[in-house]
């Protein structure tokens, strides 16, 4: 790395938000509850399609790199019992929206959700079709993990209307994988997407991360060809996020053999090339798609978005999350179950009326405001600060302080500024969050201890 390299990113080191959502859940507090949470979805006008997400807390095995909101829990009435829970908050939810709401998008998520029980699932998308109206174009996604797919699960998703599912890879490389607690073979990988797309379940995602230990640039490279041979439609590649502050199973990890900052980025680098190369398309900070995928043809069109799944081509002006930790980003502001499957059931059962709400934010104009340019930014790589204070009916020199502070970005080759028009450049991809950073107005004191590394 030159010298010139090394000063760039001790410059911009640190920890920052992965803007997955603006303001972030560092600003969620319990001063939100759930009359916010039932007067946002009241207001919510009938005629706008909605997103609905349904969290699955559990998993065969923990990973010791997981950030998510999940435990092993092995017992089937205890997962059947989980997902008569999910009836109940959607029947719930169904009271206040009204029945025969329009759905866009659809997303199972976890932990694994083929965890639950196939009679379980069965009975929680039947009555999503019988309570709502899924659009013929919307996509019905799921998240699968390849070590633990049940036989029966492919066949089970084609019919229940899934078009998509994504699963974890991470790293091929088996003395990275020890280091993780993950271990998964190639072949484990391959007849797991086999078996989806024999099954009907066409279109496949796979998660890659950088920045594990015992991972260098070779390895990664090598995972990154061998996953691009069995052409997933998308790929996300992301970096570890080290918060042992929020998952103590991250402790296990080796720390001493993790990657630093320049290592990181390296690594980054390499997967980039490898996926470039194999005809992937870079959409946004960390996600690569076929240039035949929707997200790809979304990027093309600056249709693309993000929220707290990362990036999709879901337009709902509402999401929905329905299941322990679940959040759901709504006009009104974003609100959040309780995190624990234990907690969420006492709260099930204390009151047979009321949401699973423990905690969230109220947005105000500025808030929208400054999470429209984030998303823009995170999105298409670009934003017109004219245009977006026009739109809010502000004047056009709102933000100027914060344009004056992406000069020394500029400088740099990170971004190009032309009037109130900012650029991302192809240097500056790997920094893009910085760039978004710049119009964060909460981000202060205690951001190392609220978030994960910035490269």
């Known amino acids: 790395m030159s010298a010139a390299d090394s000063t ?5 080191g640190g920890n920052l938000p992965r803007y997955t959502s603006y303001p972030t859940a560092a600003q969620f507090s319990d001063a939100v509850g759930p009359a916010d949470s039932r007067q946002w979805l009241s207001a919510l006008p009938a005629s706008q399609p909605v997103s609905l997400y349904l969290h699955v807390p559990f998993c065969d095995t923990l990973c010791r790199f997981c950030g998510c909101n999940t435990a092993v829990l092995r017992n089937a009435d205890a997962r059947a019992a989980y997902g008569a829970l999910l009836l109940e908050e959607l029947h719930r939810i169904v009271a206040i929206l009204g029945p025969q709401r329009r759905i866009s998008h659809l997303q199972w998520g976890g932990g694994t959700p083929t965890t639950l029980p196939t009679g379980t699932m069965r009975r929680v998308m039947q009555a999503i079709r019988q309570n709502f109206i899924i659009l013929p174009d919307a996509e019905i996604s799921i998240e699968v993990d390849p070590r633990h797919l049940p036989a029966a699960y492919p066949a089970l998703l084609h019919e229940l209307g899934f078009n998509r599912a994504s699963m974890g890879v991470q790293d091929l ?7 993780c607690g993950r271990i998964q073979s190639w072949e484990q990988t391959r007849d797991c997407l086999d078996a989806l797309r024999a099954a009907g379940v066409n279109a496949i995602n796979i998660d890659l991360i950088y920045g594990l230990p015992r991972q260098d640039t070779a390895g990664v490279a090598r995972t990154a060809r061998a996953v691009a041979s069995l052409r997933p439609d998308r790929l996300a590649v992301f970096g570890y996020a080290h918060v042992p502050w929020k998952q103590k199973r991250q402790a296990l990890i080796p720390t001493g053999q993790l990657p630093g900052p320049a290592d990181r980025v390296a690594q980054r680098a390499a997967i980039d090339g490898v996926l470039r190369a194999e005809g992937f398309l870079p959409v946004g900070l960390d996600h690569y798609a076929s240039p035949t995928d929707s997200m790809a043809r979304a990027m093309a069109t600056g249709t693309l978005h993000r929220n707290f799944q990362g990036y999709t081509v879901d337009a709902a002006a509402a999401l929905i999350g329905i299941g322990a930790s679940a959040i759901s980003a709504l006009p009104g502001g974003m609100t959040q179950n309780a995190v624990s499957s234990a907690a969420y059931a006492r709260l099930m059962a204390q009151d047979t009326d009321s949401l699973p709400v423990v905690r ?11 999470a429209t340019i984030i998303e823009q930014v995170m999105c298409t790589l670009q934003a017109d600060l004219a245009e977006t204070t026009t739109r809010y009916g502000l004047p056009a020199d709102s933000l100027d302080p914060e ?14 500024v032309t009037g109130r ?4 450049t192809e240097k500056g991809r790997p920094f893009v969050r ?5 119009f964060d107005r909460y981000l202060g004191a205690g951001s190392a201890t609220r978030h994960a590394s910035a490269l």
């Open 403 to 416: 344009l004056g502070r992406l000069a020394g970005m500029a400088r740099d080759g990170l971004v190009q």
């Open 360 to 370: 969230g934010v109220a947005l105000d104009a500025d808030d929208r405001l400054r």
């Open 421 to 424: 028009q900012i650029r991302v």
């Open 434 to 438: 910085h760039v978004a950073s710049v």
């Open 173 to 179: 490389d088996p003395d990275v994988q020890e280091a």
């Open 8 to 12: 760039l990113l001790s410059r911009y």
